[in-house]
């Protein structure tokens, strides 16, 4: 075998930090088995080039217990491993071992040189602010259902939400391109409803249709939606991929806001010694893959993330990832509006609060209970939640 | 509210199947709480219309102990919820419910009104078969690998695989467009040292480059493989999702078949209790998506795969889903020359048998190591394996 070529990498790494379950040697045995099943996938005594073990391999920086039975290690990875492209970080991150029990990814941080790469987010926290015009309180959403329904209710339904003062009204996730409820057509009329109830307003209400669809069919969506009206976009990329929600956002034409919606992502942080951790995941990656808004299960609704798992998604929202700007963490799930003053106090101003059925559980009139909703969280708006200052 | 509009739904309904966790109530709420949850995602008593709940809803038609913790649930839905598109097809058969610790989704039966709105697997077992002029035996296959090494090199290792006989030869799934080698050159010298050892051997050996790349380059890189000479393709789909898999199997320019890897799909699996089963993810998912070939972690080697874990993938790529092909399973994951004959055994002719580091390891000639490995196969096929017999 000819091996005249040597590799001439840069030597600029990114680093992964993991959670590798067992006691010490088990731990340890786990960290050394990800630099070579995250790169090489292959028995590093029959690694054909010394230039090949020198460079590309991974390389414990650091391995910390956290208790007898859990270790935190510190992994670099270098950048060229990952090209150019989010699937293959994500493939370098987590690929092979997020089918080995005992390894879970808590998060990362990329270099400069690697994050150059991804535009992120395109408004995030302050770009959505200044399109609300909503500025010192968290910002309020609701989603647009029951599935079932005719786009002109939904639409009926959309036009009280914008005059009762919501910032950001999504469709329910569940609402795709189906007979009894076309896209083109909800879309369009809940887009001119929300135009003619933010005319009455002053306000700048903004509709976000669910554009998960088919992959060579979502940009078309998000284009088909800008054009009808609407201010922002849906995603699920637990049922698109990441790399699709990263289409649309880097897509000039369709340039609105994105809210994430974790349908299908729910196996990533399932087992507490493998997956992926609630920060990394909702955090990190969705924000990398370009979200504005990234919707979770609040603690204490009908899904079951704790608090400490909810604070881990805040700081992923908010952590320095070179010039990615911040997004808005959005607790959602059953959330009620006698949770208010609570989830003001917890999340503090800079977050989406996501209430959806119970607003209709408040008597008939939803303008009115959107309004005790708006009410409730302007008397409770706090700068900095809990969440935060417990860190 | 105007509650004219009527559902007028064609009542034909798919089947999701369940595993649900807790004693006999809990999991029958489980049960009845997915009837909501995967379709209005709304409490029942605020649903305003009545058709909604009577035609819109999931609905339980069975719910049997497996043992006094676990229970499994068939459960209907409506096609039309769905739409035509497997993105929201996934939603409802695990969208939400994928937060929820107590869910696992085991399997799915679609009517072949909705099975019409897919291709699947453009070749199948039969088709993969035809290609290779292989029958009655498993097929062999391997990866070319390490990370690091240049497209000439691993060209030399590929041409080397298909002098000794084997039938698909993939890229290492970390091998994508890197600045060390690059995606085009590494599949036009690797094409073109295959298409030379065919010449010599007389045999059809199919080199199968991973494409998995950003969504709105994989299908330009597919027909850029094809035309380069390659004769399949590596999608990891839990990099770029299901549907973009789907993508690339549609696609009439690219038309070759798809071998499935399963990087970063482990969280799906990882939890008992909840994610989604072995055979429904790896064999029915992946087979709808267009996979003609589903690579797996075998029982036994570096991951954790049991037997009866691999035996529902092989149900999974080969029970009746309408006119979809059935696809080969492919086991893989440190597996092992001296393990051929037992291999062979448990999955019979009906498989991808995929050797990757292991064929290094037996003396520097690599051709006379694969024909070794063929030999092995050829004294050792057997029609139906016993993990076929025994279910």
Redesign the interface.
């Known amino acids: 075998?000819?091996s005249t070529?040597h590799?001439h990498?840069s030597g600029c790494r990114f680093v992964a930090v993991y959670h590798l379950s067992g006691p010490r040697d088990e731990a340890l045995a786990r960290a050394e088995d990800i630099c070579l099943e995250?790169?090489?996938?292959?028995?590093e005594d029959?690694?054909?080039?010394q230039?090949?073990r020198d460079?590309?391999l991974g390389r414990v920086t650091s391995f910390e217990p956290l208790d007898d039975e859990r270790f935190e290690a510190r992994i670099e990875f270098p950048i060229?491993?990952a090209?150019?492209?989010?699937?293959?970080l994500?493939?370098?991150l987590?690929?092979?071992?997020?089918?080995?029990?005992g390894y879970r990814l808590m998060g990362f941080e990329l270099p400069q040189e690697l994050l150059a790469r991804f535009r992120g987010p395109r408004f995030g926290r302050s770009g959505l602010r200044d399109l609300l015009g909503a500025y010192d309180r968290p910002l309020l959403s609701t989603a647009i259902?029951?599935?079932?329904?005719?786009p002109?209710?939904l639409a009926?339904y959309a036009r009280q939400f914008a005059l009762g003062g919501i910032d950001l009204i999504k469709d329910?996730?569940?609402l795709?391109?189906?007979?009894?409820c076309r896209f083109e057509e909800r879309v369009q009329l809940i887009s001119d409803a929300v135009r003619q109830a933010n005319h009455e307003t002053g306000l700048n209400c903004i509709y976000a249709p669910n554009i998960?669809?088919?992959?060579?069919q979502i940009v078309d969506r998000a284009r088909f939606a800008r054009r009808a009206g609407a201010g922002g976009y849906l995603v699920?990329p637990?049922?698109?991929?990441f790399?699709?929600m990263?289409?649309v956002a880097d897509d000039d034409q369709a340039a609105l806001p994105i809210l994430c919606h974790?349908?299908?992502?729910?196996?990533?942080?399932?087992?507490p010694t493998?997956?992926?951790g609630h920060g990394a995941l909702y955090g990190q990656i969705c924000r990398l893959a370009g979200a504005d808004v990234v919707i979770f299960?609040n603690y204490g609704g009908?899904?079951?993330f704790s608090e400490e798992e909810c604070r881990d998604i805040i700081r992923g929202t908010e952590c320095r990832m070179g010039d990615l700007r911040p997004i808005f963490p959005s607790p959602a799930?059953g959330m009620k509006v006698d949770r208010v003053a609570e989830l003001c106090r917890f999340y503090g101003n800079e977050s989406v609060l996501l209430i959806?059925?119970d607003l209709?559980?408040h008597g008939p009139n939803l303008a009115e209970n959107c309004r005790r909703f708006a009410e409730l969280v302007r008397e409770n708006s706090t700068p900095a939640g809990n969440a935060s200052k417990d860190r």
């Open positions: 075998m000819n070529p590799l990498l995250q790169t090489v996938e292959y028995p029959l690694i054909p080039r230039d090949i460079q590309i060229e491993t090209g150019d492209e989010l699937p293959q994500l493939n370098v987590f690929g092979n071992i997020s089918i080995k029990p259902k029951p599935m079932g329904l005719s002109a209710e009926e329910d996730h569940g795709a391109d189906q007979p009894f998960t669809a088919p992959v060579d699920s637990g049922l698109v991929g790399d699709t990263r289409l974790p349908a299908f992502m729910g196996s990533f942080t399932m087992s493998g997956g992926i299960p009908r899904f079951s799930g959806g059925g209709h559980r």
